[in-house]
């Protein structure tokens, strides 16, 4: 079964300056403003089509800007596409990305209920869970000190354990396993596998091939806004890293 | 989604605001009463013993006026914040981005709420009305005034993703409209060529029915009609503002 669809995909982000500059240039400067409104704006994919079935773990690789993290916040649903038609069959994971999506003023244990519950989740299914995913994420004492004083390593633990305990269906995992130490990854690739096994399919972006290696079976390559190469990791991969380096 | 988790959800919301906003909810209680406190204290001090207005019973007006007045600024002055402030949840979470604005509102409404009885005790100090007409009148004005409010707020929080200058128009906006409006001074001394303009008003009906319902246990229905006038106008613009650009929130914050 077919969990993810694209098709014909195209996300342009519009160029913000008049509006960034102020209420006030803008209303100075409306005929300019509104034709940079209408104009194309910066295109970050450009007619995008694939399709990703239950069970397949995903990778998505390009440099940087090449558009990856577009394309999950697109699958996630947080944005919108600005042409084509997105079809997502499954309940998505939260973006889990760099930064979380975290309150930067609630602690830590205050941060996982509010995030249970804005994922779909009642209060109650997430009181429930809250010791095993302050269990997970061992970061002890830290739990109730606001996530403004995290190191970014904490917070992606801290991310990283409550989707875990979420029950997703399709997981979205932008670079954040980069940021944990060697013992948190170690957790956390079990933890993934261990979903896998459930039939949860993964959606990674990572610039590290071995983690590609270990948790997805096939790789598509994003290059210029496009797809550039779509197919089992072992025939991508090489090709990507050959033309990095 | 369910009413239960809707629940859920502006339970979270609330307490995660309340937290933000005013680290002890204690904080947030003496905070709400003694803004407005503060502030009848120097118009008291200025328009009474230093200007001498005329008004009567001028501490039970002021203070009848002044907390349904803070209570309205209080949710707008917050809007460019309302969406900036949790721009790292909008970015990575699902969930629909309008209970952000309601549940601010909701916040302000519940301190108002719990500062009613400081107005009661000035009631009964300097001598107000006691009134059957509270029953009704108390809820009326608070359901038509939060409408304003919350619709005011979703509005200018919307408008302030995209435009991140709008807060200096609304301080002076909020200055400007507290001037025009009979806060500090008693609609009667409106000159009578302009007393027609007051029903076109946005806020001063609200205004004017809390004070008199405080002091004299009266509602003026005309007021109260225009007041809902008012709650619906702005709602729907609001509305319509949200539903084009709230999708674009993510990429833009
Ligand atoms: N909110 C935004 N507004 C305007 N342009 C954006 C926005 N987000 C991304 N872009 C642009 O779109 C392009 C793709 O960005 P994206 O973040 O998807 O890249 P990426 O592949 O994830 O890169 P990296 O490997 O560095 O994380 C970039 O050129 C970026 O400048
Ligand atoms: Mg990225």
């Known amino acids: 079964m077919e969990i993810i669809r694209f098709e014909h995909v195209t996300k342009t982000y519009p160029l913000y300056h008049h509006f960034f500059s102020g209420l006030k240039n803008f209303i100075f400067n409306i005929p300019s403003a509104m034709k940079q409104l209408r104009s194309s704006g910066f295109t970050a994919l450009k007619d995008l089509s694939f399709t990703i079935q239950e069970g397949e773990s995903v990778a998505f690789i390009g440099r940087n800007g090449a558009g990856k993290s577009t394309l999950l916040g697109l699958i996630a649903g947080v944005l919108k596409p600005t042409s084509g038609t997105i079809r997502v069959s499954k309940r998505v994971s939260p973006l889990l990305e760099l930064g979380g999506g975290f309150h930067p003023e609630l602690s830590g244990l205050e941060n996982i209920q509010l995030n249970g519950v804005l994922m779909g989740l009642s209060r109650k299914q997430v009181a429930a869970k ?18 403004r004083s995290y190191s970014s390593g904490m917070n992606a633990r801290l991310g990283f354990s409550v989707i875990a305990h979420l029950e997703p269906e399709l997981l979205l995992i932008d670079e954040v396993l980069a940021v944990g130490d060697a013992s948190f990854q170690k957790k956390c690739f079990a933890k993934i596998k261990e979903f896998k096994a459930r039939g949860v399919s993964v959606v990674l972006v990572s610039h590290n091939s071995s983690d590609i290696e270990m948790v997805c079976n096939r790789v598509i390559w994003i290059e210029n806004h496009k797809i550039l190469m779509d197919g089992p990791t072992a025939e991508v991969l090489p090709h990507y890293i050959k033309a990095m380096t | 989604m369910t009413p239960a988790h809707l629940y859920d959800l502006i339970y ?21 009463i003694a803004s407005p406190l503060m502030y009848a204290g120097l118009y008291y001090l200025v328009f009474y013993k230093i200007l001498k207005v005329s008004t009567e019973n001028y501490p039970l007006f002021l203070v009848s006026s002044l907390f349904p007045w803070q209570w309205m600024t209080n949710t707008i002055m917050i809007a460019p914040s309302t ?6 949840l909008i970015k990575k979470t699902l969930f629909p981005r309008y209970l952000i604005p309601v549940v601010v509102a909701i916040q302000d409404a519940l301190h108002y709420l719990v500062s009613i009885p400081v107005i009661i005790l000035f009631v009964y100090i300097f001598h107000g009305t006691f009134s059957w007409h509270w029953i009704f009148g108390i809820p009326a004005l608070v359901v038509v005034q939060f409408t304003i409010a919350s619709s005011l707020n979703l509005l200018f929080a919307t408008l302030t993703v995209f435009f991140r200058d709008l807060e200096r128009f609304l301080q002076i906006g909020i200055m400007f409209l507290f001037y025009m409006t009979p806060v500090l001074y008693s609609e009667t001394k409106i000159p009578d060529n302009y007393q027609w303009l007051i029903i076109y008003h946005p806020i001063a009906p609200l205004i004017i029915n809390w004070r008199t319902l405080f002091m004299n246990g009266t509602i003026r229905g005309d007021y109260l009609i225009s007041s809902l006038a008012w709650g619906v106008l702005l709602l729907s613009l609001a509305q319509f503002a949200y539903r084009k650009l709230s999708w674009r929130f993510a990429e833009v914050l």
Do not use: Q
Request: proline share 2%; hydrophobic share 45%; charged share 30%.
């Open chain 2, 83 to 88: 969406y900036i402030g949790n721009a790292s």
């Open chain 1, 130 to 147: 809250i010791d095993e995913i302050v269990a997970f994420s061992e970061l002890g004492e830290f739990i109730h000190e606001p996530i």
């Open chain 2, 12 to 32: 979270e919301l609330l307490k995660k605001e309340l937290k933000v906003r005013y680290k002890r909810l204690v904080l947030g209680y003496l905070w709400s």
